[in-house]
């Protein structure tokens, strides 16, 4: 059966590729090798490069022609400047990776994981994984080199060894790839080799770069040009303003039994604030009492000094600002780093906002600089200058010790444990760590009077657990607002909220989540504000593309929040509970089926849901069985539970939604809540048409249109319109015949890789 399923996949994959202009010659198992996402950025490739390698063959044949009819060999004119330029180089600067080159080794079979292994580790600055003169290019070679570099890859370079730098030599230039065409054609097999490696391993590769990490913070002070930039514009601009610049705050804070700074500390606070008067700041802030004198005769003292003045324009300093610090990582540095943040967040979640730790004081925003350096050496796969790669794994390991060497309570290095995962293992830097620990340390509940508790869980999401929980039955994920300009399920929700808080219903064996998915879309009155968020789940929201999008950052945190409702926080009892998530959406235009249903499913519908939908007047369900990027999606896949994306008719703005009756909706939601359902009515499911998605349209270009008979169409931007048996639509690139009654509708949109918009239609 699983199989089967696969094969689906399998075969819808391939369909939508050719839909594309895709198409993989090869077998299931070689999606491994090179899967859709990959074949995509192949064909990229192949589109912007292909012409410029069949030219480069032209020419050679133009070359040999030439020779035939007696020219001579000489050098091409088109190069001569570089040839007459000496100090032309390749360079300015070499990856240091790339700067011993003492010996490289050749692996003439990357066929298995133990000959290339063994090359990496012969002791060879390089290893050169050969494809080209001394590779035999059939399709088990070249399936099973690439499978070969992507576990080798994946494994070695997350390891602490000192292998050698794996240097891919892809085929020559005369070579295809016939297992992938592009628009009817062969790939190069040069730019397969390139693309499929590349895919595979540019994290790693990225991460490798020098640049790419920030030194320890010790190593951020006055030293580092964007630092020092950044006071003088601060003293300039506050000067010319006619206003006091103040510098930082000396940390310096009696540590053990002592109450007062040492009279070395003393000097160092006296040199520090010294250093800030002759860059012109008239004063600083100081974290002890003892403290302050050494810092006013910092200050005092300035009038001796020159104070350094900037001349001209001071905005040229903007461009220093942009300067990376440099400096080194050391197993110190980190382990400093980890320490600060372990005892920063555990004295956070205990109620303390600012803590002397080592005789420093660590606020929020020194406690942030530790988290976000540590985020970036994780995700750059840093290795210290001892050698020691700073892993995720590394930090929480080390987080253990430090919460077992200060007797920290299981419970609360729990939540430490919590905390430090969402922070240091998202894929998106977050902003703010308040907005993470906050939750932590914050009820905001409230308890109707007949027991039931809603719980505020985070900005746009309540949790609402009935007062007896043993008997729990349903498990009820309720969205909306998905898209912000979607208001009738917001109205509808809010209401079924207003009923629970002032017990006009009462829950019963039923644990619900309402989820208002994009609540700065719904503020605006907009769809979405960056980009859609209804195309991000399922970890679409990872996308490169993606990464600074606002709805990104919510999607990652609904799937969180969403997966942690039907998982983890699922009450221990013996009784079979059911699991739905009903995501709630209307359309932008009305549509031939004003109320549909489009169910995520794989294998079987359930009879009793389809019912259910029936009931609550919905006319048609739509089962779409390709992957998709939708909230529905992601909690049928990833939680297996029940879900439904219901399309409830026209979208209006607030308390315009007259229009759309959800009566029989809200009483099937009322009925499911507070458990007077009853027996449900299996052959109300009758009443429902059930489309499957045949085919995908997929439109590549601003010229493509939809052509459809106007008969049965009220408008070509309808979210769903029916087609008779037989009827003809055309579009690029053909006339295509309706075999059987069918349905149209747009489910959502893609972004190509050249990030033009495309709409998916599902036939
Ligand atoms: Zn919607």
């Given at each position: 059966m699983a199989n089967v399923v696969e094969m689906d996949y399998f075969s819808s994959f391939k369909k939508q590729l050719e839909s594309e202009g895709i198409d993989y010659v090869a077998n299931q198992i070689d999606f491994d090798v090179a899967p859709v996402d990959c074949l995509r950025f192949l064909a990229e490739l192949h589109r912007v490069f292909g012409t410029e390698r069949v030219s480069l063959l032209d020419e050679r044949v133009r070359r040999s022609a030439f020779l035939v009819a007696g020219g001579v060999l000489t050098l091409p004119q088109d190069t001569e400047s570089i040839r007459c330029d000496p100090s032309w180089r390749v360079q300015t600067s070499i990856p240091p990776a790339l700067k011993d080159r003492t010996v490289d080794i050749v692996c003439m079979d990357a066929t298995t994981e133990q000959s290339l292994i063994a090359c990496m580790t012969s002791g060879a600055?390089?290893?050169?994984?050969?494809?080209?003169?001394?590779?035999?290019?059939?399709?088990?070679?070249?399936?099973?080199?690439h499978t070969t570099l992507k576990n080798v890859v994946a494994t070695r370079t997350a390891s602490e060894t000192s292998d050698a730098v794996l240097l891919v030599r892809p085929r020559s230039l005369n070579l295809s790839e016939f297992h992938v065409l592009v628009d009817g054609a062969p790939v190069s097999g040069s730019l397969f080799d390139f693309g499929v490696h590349m895919f595979h391993s540019v994290k790693s590769t990225i991460a490798n770069k020098e640049c790419d990490a920030f030194p320890e913070r010790s190593q951020l002070g006055l030293n580092q040009e964007f630092l020092l930039a950044y006071?003088?514009?601060?003293?300039?601009?506050?000067?010319?303003?006619?206003?006091?610049?103040?510098?930082?705050?000396?940390?310096?804070?009696?540590?053990?039994?002592?109450?007062?700074?040492?009279?070395?500390?003393?000097?160092?606070?006296?040199?520090?604030?010294?250093?800030?008067?002759?860059?012109?700041?008239?004063?600083?802030?100081?974290?002890?009492?003892?403290?302050?004198?050494?810092?006013?005769?910092?200050?005092?003292?300035?009038?001796?000094?020159?104070?350094?003045?900037?001349?001209?324009?001071?905005?040229?300093?903007?461009?220093?600002?942009?300067a990376i610090p440099k400096g080194d990582i050391t197993l110190a540095g980190v382990n400093s780093s980890i320490t600060v943040l372990v005892l920063y967040i555990l004295k956070w979640l205990k109620g303390v906002g600012a803590t002397a730790i080592n005789g420093v004081v660590e606020d929020l925003a020194t406690a942030e600089i530790n988290r976000a350096l540590l985020w970036r050496w994780i995700r750059s796969h840093i290795k210290t200058k001892e050698g020691v790669l700073i892993s995720f794994q590394y930090v929480l390991k080390s987080a253990r010790e430090i919460a077992m060497s200060n007797n920290v309570k299981p419970v609360d290095f729990t939540n430490l444990e919590r905390v430090i995962s969402i922070l240091l293992h998202s894929h998106s830097f977050i902003d703010f760590m308040p907005t993470i620990m906050y939750p932590f340390v914050t009820t905001i509940q409230f308890e109707a009077q007949l027991g039931t508790l809603l719980e505020w869980i985070c900005e746009g999401v309540v949790r609402v657990t009935p007062k007896q929980l043993e008997t729990n039955r349903l498990d009820f994920l309720l969205s909306s607002g998905i898209h912000g300009n979607e208001t009738a399920p917001i109205e509808l929700m809010d209401k079924i909220l207003q009923m629970i808080s002032t017990d006009q219903l009462i829950p019963v064996g039923c644990r619900l989540l309402f989820i208002y998915g994009n609540p700065d879309s719904i503020r605006a009155g907009k769809r979405f504000i960056d980009v859609d968020i209804n195309r991000l789940f399922n970890g679409r929201h990872s996308d490169q593309e993606y990464s600074g999008c606002l709805e990104s950052k919510r999607a990652e945190l609904l799937e969180r929040i969403s997966l942690e409702f039907f998982t983890a926080l699922k009450p221990k009892s013996n009784l079979v509970v059911e699991q739905i998530h009903y995501d709630m959406h209307t359309a932008i235009r009305g549509s031939k089926i004003e109320k549909f249903a489009i169910y995520p499913k794989s294998n079987a519908s359930s009879p009793k849901q389809l019912a259910r939908l029936a009931q609550s007047d919905l006319e048609a369900v739509v089962i779409q069985n390709e992957v998709g990027r939708s909230f529905s999606w992601f909690t049928h896949s990833k939680a297996k539970v029940e879900s439904f994306t219901l399309e409830l008719g026209k979208a209006s703005p607030f308390k315009q939604n007259q229009e759309i009756d959800l009566s029989r909706l809200e009483n099937k939601l009322i009925s499911m809540i507070d458990g007077s359902e009853g027996c449900i009515d299996l052959d109300s499911a009758n009443n429902l048409q059930l489309f499957k998605v045949s085919r995908e349209i997929i439109k590549k270009t601003d010229s493509f249109k939809l052509n459809l008979d106007l008969n049965y169409v009220n408008s070509i931007r309808c979210p769903v319109f029916q087609l008779p048996c037989g009827s003809k639509r055309c579009y690029d690139p053909g006339l295509y015949t309706c075999p059987k009654p069918g349905l149209i509708c747009p489910l959502g949109h893609v972004v190509h890789a050249s990030h033009e918009a495309k709409d998916v239609f599902n036939i």
């Open positions: 600055n390089g290893v050169q994984v050969d494809f080209d003169d001394g590779f035999q290019c059939g399709w088990q070679n070249v399936r099973n080199s006071y003088k514009l601060l003293v300039a601009i506050a000067h010319q303003r006619g206003i006091a610049a103040t510098g930082g705050m000396s940390p310096l804070f009696p540590s053990g039994a002592a109450t007062e700074l040492s009279p070395e500390e003393l000097e160092s606070v006296y040199k520090g604030k010294l250093a800030e008067a002759e860059l012109g700041f008239d004063g600083a802030l100081v974290a002890h009492r003892s403290a302050v004198e050494a810092c006013r005769k910092a200050f005092s003292n300035r009038s001796d000094i020159k104070v350094a003045s900037i001349d001209g324009d001071i905005w040229h300093y903007h461009k220093s600002l942009l």
